[in-house]
């Protein structure tokens, strides 16, 4: 009997054989599956130092948590490419009962991820980050060429922006898109570029440097920390800012971002994503993480006609939806 539980991450059991996606703690004796390298998927402690991912994610593991983790694999283990950031994956644990592990994914061709794509499972666990239906982002490619033609006006008259990125994820997608203008990093960026390099991403690692950067430019950042004293001086020097969020679909987040822009840019699937991969999936059961786990369960179970529900800490056996 397979027993699905959140606790230690989202654990089960197979045949004896116990499987955790995204544990908090790497534990001797299991099956450890870590999507990507965001710090809220990242383990904390580590009593094994064998995982379940990519060499990309292995290698930024080392540098976030000065960890030597090593790559693993497991039959029952395959790895799917998730589209949220450089090096994630979903997995899909294929037994009597296939379980598709999501973790954050995106199903939008971007400069540095490829799609994720549906898979057919008896049981999908997928995040609702944006899982309410008036999350719906626009084009792709439309709005990174909207967001260029503002940067190109910039540059044009010698100015300069400064662009507030997840070092992870969305800095490595600008500074790609954006890859012909003049653009520095902050070093955080520079130096997850520098990991990505190793694995083919074609990638700038180009440093601001407070003497030697001029206008025009265009700075990546997030613009918290120590940064935040360097990003002031840029705007009283004229520098415009925008932000890139999927939350820029809300109306409340330009203002209460204070920059001049915000562009609707994400690393995850918009609502209308996140139904099209479930009916895809065509699963017998589906759990909802992170986010509006209620409401997209809701959405799912009405309009899709598939049982769906939040995973939350209590045991269930899965044995009762197949």
């Known amino acids: 009997m397979?027993?699905?539980?959140?606790?230690?991450?989202?654990?089960?059991?197979?045949?004896?054989?116990?499987?955790?996606?995204?544990?908090?703690?790497?534990?001797?004796?299991?099956?450890?599956?870590?999507?990507?390298?965001?710090?809220?998927?990242?383990?904390?402690?580590?009593?094994?130092l064998s995982v379940v991912c990519s060499p990309e994610t292995r290698d930024l593991v080392r540098?976030?948590?000065?960890?030597?983790?090593?790559?693993?694999?497991?039959?029952?283990?395959?790895?799917?490419?998730?589209?949220?950031?450089?090096?994630?994956?979903?997995?899909l644990v294929q037994g009597e009962t296939s379980i598709l592990y999501t973790g954050d994914y995106c199903t939008r061709e971007k400069e540095q991820t490829?799609?994720?794509?549906?898979?057919?499972?008896?049981?999908?666990?997928?995040?609702?980050?944006?899982?309410?239906?008036?999350?719906?982002?626009?084009?792709?490619?439309?709005?990174?060429s909207v967001v260029r033609d503002w940067l190109d006006d910039i540059v044009r008259?010698?100015?300069?922006a400064i662009l507030f990125a997840y070092p992870l994820g969305k800095s490595q997608e600008l500074a790609a898109a954006f890859k012909s203008l003049p653009v520095v990093l902050h070093p955080s960026i520079a130096d997850n570029n520098r990991?990505?390099?190793?694995?083919?991403?074609?990638?700038?690692?180009?440093?601001?440097?407070?003497?030697?950067?001029?206008?025009?430019?265009?700075?990546?950042?997030?613009?918290?920390g120590k940064d935040t004293g360097r990003v002031e001086a840029l705007r009283k020097k004229g520098a415009k800012t925008a932000a890139f969020s999927g939350w820029a679909l809300?109306?409340?987040?330009?203002?209460?971002?204070?920059?001049?822009?915000?562009?609707?840019?994400?690393?995850?699937?918009g609502y209308d994503e996140l139904m099209a991969f479930v009916k895809k999936c065509s699963p017998r059961m589906v759990f909802t993480t992170h986010g509006f786990t209620k409401e997209f369960a809701m959405h799912v179970r009405r309009d899709l006609e598939i049982d769906a529900q939040p995973l939350i800490a209590r045991q269930r056996t899965l044995d009762h939806f197949c």
């Open 157 to 160: 008259h010698d100015g300069s």
């Open 114 to 144: 490829k799609a994720a794509s549906p898979h057919k499972c008896d049981i999908l666990i997928t995040e609702a980050t944006y899982g309410k239906p008036h999350y719906v982002f626009p084009d792709h490619q439309e709005i990174m």
């Open 2 to 48: 397979s027993l699905l539980q959140l606790g230690n991450g989202i654990n089960f059991e197979v045949e004896g054989r116990r499987y955790r996606f995204d544990p908090k703690k790497v534990l001797p004796d299991e099956v450890a599956m870590i999507s990507h390298a965001h710090s809220d998927h990242l383990p904390s402690s580590f009593k094994s």
């Open 250 to 269: 809300d109306r409340r987040f330009l203002h209460q971002s204070t920059v001049d822009e915000a562009f609707p840019v994400s690393d995850h699937c």
């Open 195 to 224: 990991i990505l390099m190793k694995h083919g991403y074609d990638l700038s690692v180009r440093e601001f440097d407070t003497h030697s950067t001029k206008p025009p430019f265009v700075y990546i950042t997030s613009g918290m």
């Open 63 to 91: 540098a976030r948590k000065n960890r030597e983790v090593e790559v693993c694999s497991d039959i029952r283990v395959k790895l799917l490419e998730a589209g949220h950031i450089a090096g994630s994956r979903m997995f």
